[in-house]
């Protein structure tokens, strides 16, 4: 007993699942750890302009949480302060010889300043911010050398708060590819209950199935209907739709990720977009699914139809959380086909009322858009598995061997 309270206490610390789930709190540590040990070091070596570093650990892991987006805002940041370091040495060096020409060196650091500020607003942005910061430290007074040495300090403060920062997020990381691909399976599991509770919609209120005498040899059911004049419409499930309400948070939630999980695992722009805009148009499906569901269960369809239906139900539903347990699982594994129905073998139905006509259309449009998610993430599988790290695969396989594949309690 003792050990799975321990393995609960410190999985946030250790298990990636877990940290998805208390991403929020353990951010909050791993701030405080990184601005404490910015003031250690600056309490044991007593380097000049030490706040510097504690500012740099605050502007690059305050607002931000996961490794991509951390190493991004580093990697600019480090940049930014090493060309300004460049080019304000390159302005002092350039004013020891101006003699009564210092008009112009006024004048080029005006245009440079302006230089870098549009060159900022077009490409380079954070980079060129801290180009145009780190320049003016070092040549605000060109009559002071001791202004130099102070610029040439802070620059050198804002290098160690940057690996500060970089260092904890390596200590205790939060990956966006890891939290994308977590927000994606906690959603397509969320919408195969969803998917699953339309169907007790469509059966709400219906007679029960009795075999029929030429259905003996099958396993198709018979069913009758009554009058659908005698037959009221089905109140949509209140908790259903606070469930859909969940989904569409974290779906919101997934897009401050894709940047980050593009610059880890390599996968295009445009293809993490195109995962995304399936991604929303699978829960929009569904939702639609969900208003339509009640109006049908007064509404006959033959049997064939309603045995095609259940398929469907059946193998969407296990597609949906299949896909799921692929993005969670810690071992490479591959997208299977979503269904192995065949429409062809069954009536046609546009023999059916509209409604079931709709909702039919609506069904095949949700198998084409599992489909093409699956497609696309079986097409770019190896990159987002190897970006989630090989201490994530180990770490999670030792837990499935030790305490089953279960969600940790938490």
């Given at each position: 007993?003792?050990?799975?309270?321990?393995?609960?206490?410190?999985?946030?610390?250790?298990?990636?699942?877990?940290?998805?789930?208390?991403?929020?709190?353990?951010?909050?540590?791993?701030?405080?750890?990184?601005?404490?040990?910015?003031?250690?070091?600056?309490?044991?070596?007593?380097?000049?302009?030490?706040?510097?570093?504690?500012?740099?650990?605050?502007?690059?892991?305050?607002?931000?949480?996961?490794?991509?987006?951390?190493?991004?805002?580093?990697?600019?940041?480090?940049?930014?302060?090493?060309?300004?370091?460049?080019?304000?040495?390159?302005?002092?060096?350039?004013?020891?010889?101006?003699?009564?020409?210092?008009?112009?060196?006024?004048?080029?650091?005006?245009?440079?300043?302006?230089?870098?500020?549009?060159?900022?607003?077009?490409?380079?942005?954070?980079?060129?911010?801290?180009?145009?910061?780190?320049?003016?430290?070092?040549?605000?007074?060109?009559?002071?050398?001791?202004?130099?040495?102070?610029?040439?300090?802070?620059?050198?403060n804002i290098l160690i708060g940057a690996g500060v920062?970089?260092?904890?997020?390596?200590?205790?990381?939060?990956?966006?590819?890891?939290?994308?691909?977590?927000?994606?399976?906690?959603?397509?599991?969320?919408?195969?209950?969803?998917?699953?509770?339309?169907?007790?919609?469509?059966?709400?209120?219906?007679?029960?199935?009795?075999?029929?005498?030429?259905?003996?040899?099958?396993?198709?059911?018979?069913?009758?209907?009554?009058?659908?004049s005698n037959m009221p419409d089905v109140p949509v499930?209140?908790?259903?739709?606070?469930?859909?309400?969940?989904?569409?948070?974290?779906?919101?939630?997934?897009?401050?990720?894709?940047?980050?999980?593009?610059?880890?695992?390599?996968?295009?722009?445009?293809?993490?977009?195109?995962?995304?805009?399936?991604?929303?148009?699978?829960?929009?499906?569904?939702?639609?699914?969900?208003?339509?569901?009640?109006?049908?269960?007064?509404?006959?369809?033959?049997?064939?139809?309603?045995?095609?239906?259940?398929?469907?139900?059946?193998?969407?539903?296990?597609?949906?959380?299949?896909?799921?347990?692929?993005?969670?699982?810690?071992?490479?594994?591959?997208?299977?086909?979503?269904?192995?129905?065949?429409?062809?073998?069954?009536?046609?139905?546009?023999?059916?009322?509209?409604?079931?006509q709709g909702y039919f259309w609506l069904t095949q449009?949700?198998?084409?858009?599992?489909?093409?998610?699956?497609?696309?993430?079986?097409?770019?599988?190896?990159?987002?598995?190897?970006?989630?790290?090989?201490?994530?695969?180990?770490?999670?396989?030792?837990?499935?061997?030790?305490?089953?594949?279960?969600?940790?309690?938490?």
């Open positions: 007993m003792k050990p799975k309270l321990w393995h609960r206490f410190t999985a946030p610390f250790v298990e990636p699942y877990a940290r998805y789930l208390h991403a929020d709190i353990l951010h909050a540590i791993r701030l405080g750890i990184a601005v404490l040990a910015a003031l250690l070091l600056n309490s044991l070596f007593h380097i000049p302009y030490g706040e510097w570093a504690t500012i740099t650990v605050f502007v690059i892991l305050g607002l931000l949480q996961y490794q991509g987006a951390i190493y991004t805002k580093a990697k600019e940041r480090i940049l930014g302060t090493l060309l300004g370091v460049v080019v304000g040495l390159g302005f002092l060096w350039l004013s020891q010889d101006l003699g009564n020409w210092m008009w112009l060196y006024y004048l080029l650091i005006g245009i440079i300043s302006g230089i870098i500020g549009y060159i900022a607003i077009k490409q380079l942005g954070y980079i060129g911010l801290l180009t145009g910061i780190t320049m003016l430290m070092i040549v605000s007074s060109p009559d002071h050398s001791d202004v130099a040495t102070d610029g040439l300090y802070r620059a050198f920062a970089v260092a904890v997020t390596l200590v205790l990381p939060l990956k966006s590819t890891l939290m994308w691909r977590f927000l994606l399976a906690s959603n397509l599991d969320a919408c195969s209950k969803l998917y699953a509770g339309v169907s007790e919609h469509i059966e709400a209120d219906t007679p029960k199935y009795k075999p029929s005498e030429s259905d003996k040899s099958t396993s198709f059911p018979e069913i009758t209907y009554p009058s659908s499930n209140k908790d259903l739709i606070r469930e859909l309400k969940e989904i569409n948070k974290r779906l919101l939630a997934v897009r401050p990720h894709m940047a980050a999980t593009t610059s880890e695992s390599g996968i295009d722009k445009e293809t993490i977009e195109s995962i995304q805009r399936t991604h929303r148009n699978i829960i929009g499906t569904i939702d639609l699914l969900l208003s339509a569901a009640p109006r049908l269960a007064s509404i006959e369809i033959d049997d064939n139809n309603h045995v095609l239906l259940t398929h469907y139900q059946q193998e969407l539903t296990e597609a949906m959380q299949h896909i799921a347990a692929v993005l969670r699982s810690p071992t490479d594994q591959a997208f299977r086909p979503i269904t192995h129905i065949v429409v062809t073998d069954y009536p046609c139905v546009q023999d059916l009322a509209f409604e079931w449009t949700l198998q084409a858009q599992l489909q093409r998610l699956s497609d696309l993430l079986q097409a770019t599988n190896s990159q987002w598995f190897s970006a989630s790290g090989l201490r994530y695969q180990r770490r999670e396989r030792r837990r499935i061997k030790e305490y089953g594949d279960t969600d940790l309690g938490l």
